[in-house]
């Protein structure tokens, strides 16, 4: 059975290799929950779909501006 990888092993492997950035984002998200995290990703996620759906031969930029408008 393959041993798990560690972080910084990952991190080499999906091609991200700046470890003080790394170090930033995890200070950034450290007292943040999982469920705040796993909501995030999921919202992401949703919002790439919803782009994906509607930028058929449309400015994307324009798009993302309207979604972010949305949401502030």
Do not use: W
């Not at 705040?36 to 798009?63: C, H, N, P, Q």
Request: aromatic share 8%; net charge positive; proline share 4%.
């Amino acid at each position: 059975m393959p041993q798990p990888l560690t972080f910084s092993q990952f991190m080499q492997k999906v091609g991200y290799d700046n470890p003080n950035h790394i170090y930033y984002l995890r200070q950034q998200i450290a007292n943040t929950s999982i469920n705040a995290l796993a909501k995030a990703v999921s919202m992401m996620l949703d919002l790439e779909m919803f782009i994906k759906r509607v930028a058929k031969g449309k400015d994307l930029l324009a798009i993302i501006l309207s979604v972010s408008s949305c949401l502030s």
